[in-house]
Each structure stands twice: as structure tokens, then as C-alpha cells.
């Protein structure tokens, strides 16, 4: 899983200025970091009594559905709160607000989320609790989310929306590198009972294809390779650029009970195929797939 973004959440003097700086000094700049993003507006929009929150609700998660940004919200303890806000004071805030802002921000989290969400991080924070041990939590998070099967994530975040559905998924996995360690492949899915003879007529389709493109002696930094079908895995999309080869997957709907986890894993296995159709054997491979509808129930 690649992940990009990381955006700190939580009240006024919750400790996101401090994690910010901590947080970029341990992963060398690493991600693109954010005080506040869209569950703030949506907080702050109900607290003040505006009529846009349902948008920044929408916003929040539309960046939950794209999975390259880990959300941390950030819990301090009521005394917590009080002793920063009376210690140093605030230009926005007094005592009683920024309390009623962390009790918005602690159901939101404590009743919704409850760190079922793979790419949501919930911190309590006592006294004790500094911002190094705080960004340990985050890198530790980071760590298991780079090295996740995207499949599993997507069917983590369904199952704990509570809906039947959630639509325009994406997710960007790093399949193939000479640099970077990449999670093994699991061959053992091109036997999978229930897809096995779908799984090989598209191979066929999309090697051939390739292969027949390339007998024209067109340059590879020129091509885009198109494979598209009615079934689920419904647009197959390749180019080679920037010395990077880019499969953009589409599939229409995906059981993420059932079926996700061999479609995903099998799509990796395509990515491999398609690098050998190409004689590209060193370049990265980058698989990006969107789904327009992730179900749990047929």
C-alpha cells in the first residue's frame, strides 16, 4: 500500500503542532504532512453552527476510500486540555470550548471508528504521554499499512462503515521493485476453483495483445494497452512512462467477503505478465485499482 499523506486531527492544543514537527523529523520528510484536513471542518462546522458539514463529511471520506492518507486523531484527556490551554492560553479558544471540541472529536472516534479502520489511528493522551511516544504509534501504523494487502484493508474499512457498500474505492500498491521489498506473490491464486478459467482467458487476452502491439516495433514510452470486459475486472489499463509501469485497474464491483482478496492477488500476478510481455524486467510496477462498487452481500 502506498501511503502519501498523513493528517493530524483533533481539538485546539491536542499536541499536532509538536507531533508535526516530531513526526517529520522521524520519517526524514517522507510524507506530506497536514494539521487538520476535512473530519476538523466537519467538527468545527457543527460547532459553529454551519450548514456545510455534510460536505466536509462527504470530503472526509472520499480521502478514507482513496487509501494513501492515515488519519491520527489526536484524544488528550479533559485535564490535559485544561492544563495546556491555562499554561500557555489560546487565541481561539477557552477552557470550556476547547473541552466541548475534544468531546466532539472523542464520540466521533470512540463511537464510530474505534480504530477499526486500518487507515484511522485514535490516540488518548494522558499526562504522561509525550510526542515521541505518539509518533511511534504512527510509524508503527505506517509500517503495518506499507506492508497490508490492499484487499484486506478495502474489506476492513467496508465491514467497519456498517454499510452493505461503499463505492470509488482506490487503492496504489508498489508490486514489482529492484529497490524497495514488495510483498510476495501468492501463485497458488491462478488455481482458485472459482475464477480459475476467468483468470487465464484474460492473461491470454492481455499477453496477446502486447505481444501483437510490439510486433509493430512501436516504442513501449508511446503505448497504452487497453483490455476491457463486462465482467467485474472491467478495464485493464497499462502504460510505460517515466521508466514505471502503470496498470490501472477498473472493476465495476468486487464481494470483498469472497472473491477481492483472489482478484486483487491475481492482479498482481497480471503485472508480472505484463512486465514479461514488455521484456521490461527491472522497471517498478505500480498497480492502482479502483472499484466502483465494494459489497459485502451480493
Same mark, same amino acid.
Given at each position: 500500500m502506498i501511503i502519501d499523506n498523513?493528517?493530524?486531527?483533533?481539538?485546539?492544543?491536542?499536541?499536532?503542532t509538536t507531533l508535526y514537527e516530531v513526526l517529520h523529523g522521524d520519517t526524514n520528510y517522507r510524507y506530506n504532512i497536514q494539521d487538520r484536513s476535512n473530519l476538523s471542518m466537519y467538527v468545527y462546522s457543527n460547532f459553529y453552527g454551519r450548514e456545510d458539514s455534510n460536505k466536509w463529511y462527504n470530503n472526509f471520506w472520499k480521502e478514507i476510500k482513496s487509501f494513501n492518507t492515515l488519519y491520527v486523531i489526536l484524544l488528550p484527556s479533559d485535564n490535559v486540555i485544561k492544563q495546556r490551554i491555562l499554561e500557555r492560553g489560546d487565541d481561539k479558544q477557552t477552557?470550556?470550548?476547547?473541552?466541548?471540541?475534544?468531546?466532539?472529536f472523542r464520540k466521533l472516534s470512540k463511537f464510530y471508528f474505534r480504530?477499526?479502520?486500518?487507515n484511522i489511528l485514535v490516540v488518548d493522551i494522558d499526562e504522561e504521554?509525550?510526542?515521541? =511516544?505518539? %509518533?511511534?504509534?504512527?510509524?508503527?501504523?505506517?509500517?503495518? @499499512?506499507? !506492508?497490508?494487502?490492499?484487499?484486506?484493508m478495502i474489506r476492513?474499512?467496508?465491514?467497519?462503515?456498517?454499510?452493505?457498500?461503499?463505492?470509488?474505492?482506490?487503492?496504489?500498491?508498489?508490486?514489482?521493485?529492484?529497490?524497495?521489498?514488495?510483498?510476495?506473490?501468492?501463485?497458488?491464486?491462478?488455481?482458485f476453483p472459482q475464477e480459475k478459467?476467468?483468470?487465464?482467458?484474460?492473461?491470454d487476452k492481455i499477453i496477446t495483445n502486447i505481444e501483437r502491439v510490439l510486433?509493430?516495433?512501436?516504442?513501449?514510452?508511446?503505448?497504452?494497452?487497453?483490455?476491457?470486459?463486462?465482467?467485474?475486472?472491467?478495464?485493464?489499463?497499462?502504460?510505460?512512462?517515466n521508466?514505471?509501469?502503470?496498470?490501472?485497474?477498473?472493476?465495476?464491483?468486487? =464481494?470483498? %467477503?469472497?472473491?477481492?482478496?483472489?482478484?486483487?492477488?491475481? @492482479?498482481? !500476478?497480471?503485472?508480472?505478465?505484463?512486465?514479461?510481455?514488455?521484456?521490461?524486467?527491472t522497471s517498478d510496477i505500480v498497480l492502482t485499482l479502483n472499484i466502483r462498487s465494494a459489497h459485502i452481500n451480493p
Open positions: 498523513i493528517v493530524l486531527e483533533g481539538a485546539d492544543c491536542s499536541g499536532k477552557v470550556e470550548s476547547a473541552i466541548d471540541l475534544n468531546g466532539r480504530n477499526m479502520f486500518p504521554t509525550t510526542a515521541n =511516544n505518539i %509518533s511511534d504509534l504512527v510509524m508503527q501504523r505506517l509500517l503495518n @499499512l506499507e !506492508i497490508a494487502s490492499p484487499a484486506d476492513d474499512v467496508v465491514f467497519a462503515s456498517g454499510k452493505n457498500e461503499l463505492v470509488d474505492i482506490t487503492t496504489s500498491e508498489l508490486v514489482f521493485s529492484n529497490k524497495t521489498k514488495v510483498r510476495p506473490i501468492m501463485w497458488d491464486v491462478l488455481d478459467e476467468y483468470y487465464a482467458g484474460i492473461r510486433m509493430t516495433n512501436q516504442k513501449l514510452d508511446s503505448r497504452r494497452f487497453i483490455y476491457a470486459d463486462d465482467s467485474c475486472i472491467s478495464l485493464i489499463h497499462t502504460m510505460y512512462r521508466n514505471i509501469i502503470d496498470v490501472n485497474v477498473t472493476m465495476r464491483s468486487s =464481494n470483498v %467477503s469472497n472473491t477481492l482478496w483472489a482478484d486483487y492477488e491475481f @492482479l498482481r !500476478i497480471l503485472c508480472l505478465d505484463i512486465a514479461n510481455a514488455m521484456q521490461i524486467q
